[in-house]
T-cell receptor
């Protein structure tokens, strides 16, 4: 089975721009979660989507949004980029029940200049 | 959410057994304990998960005492490639899949 894939792997943007990151979960997985990892704050939960609905949300501003499509693929959008948004953005998928193991993708490295 | 505490770093040598202990004093009845491994610039990789007593798989063992206030990840005969950050997480059994990561333990395996 193919693992979680994320595109693009690397991205450079400037302040004020917006960006869209994509995540394709493992086949059959219905839950997709997004995390932000920075040296200062570590790994932080952004949100989770299950069956096209946001099921959980972390403590991030409204500039961070996401969606999930009927094939379970998910996108994450960050508007009005700030320097502090530079991070590794990780996507994780799981079948969707509460005890499922989450499998992470390789991440998208976003640099905001 | 139960907070986890684990050592910031550990050093070991190739071939040794490494035990990383995690404290989770406020663990709730339905919480699971999960460990992930992460290499630089990669996503975390699931290692092992358990609820109580002992769980073993092909890469590690997880020991959980009866009071469940701590857990120990045991890596047998580590190699240089086991150098990574290891995260202990308490996964709440509630709607959704939200993992709360702490600072992790940076394991350095030396030759």
């Amino acid at each position: 089975k193919a693992g979680v894939t994320q595109t693009p792997r690397y991205l450079i943007k400037t302040r004020g721009q917006q960006v869209t990151l994509s995540c394709s979960p493992i086949s059959g997985h219905r839950s997709v979660s997004w995390y932000q990892q920075t040296p200062g704050q570590g790994l932080q939960f952004l949100f989770e989507y299950f069956s096209e609905t946001q099921r959980n949300k972390g403590n991030f501003p409204g500039r961070f949004s996401g969606r999930q499509f009927s094939n379970s693929r998910s996108e994450m959008n960050v508007s009005t980029l700030e320097l502090g948004d530079s991070a590794l953005y990780l996507c994780a998928s799981s079948p969707g029940t509460q005890t499922d193991t989450q499998y992470f993708g390789p991440g998208t490295r976003l640099t905001v200049l | 959410l139960a907070k986890t505490t684990q050592p910031i770093s550990m050093d070991s040598y190739e071939g040794q057994e490494v035990n990383i202990t995690c404290s989770h004093n406020n663990i709730a009845t339905n919480d699971y304990i999960t460990w992930y491994q992460q290499f630089p610039s990669q996503g975390p990789r699931f290692i092992i998960q358990g609820y109580k007593t002992k769980v073993t798989n092909e890469v590690a063992s997880l020991f959980i005492p009866a009071d469940r206030k701590s857990s120990t990840l045991s890596l047998p005969r580590v190699s240089l490639s086991d150098t990574a950050v290891y995260y202990c997480l308490v996964k709440a059994l509630r709607a959704g899949n939200m993992l709360t990561f702490g600072g992790g333990t940076r394991l350095m395996v030396k030759p």
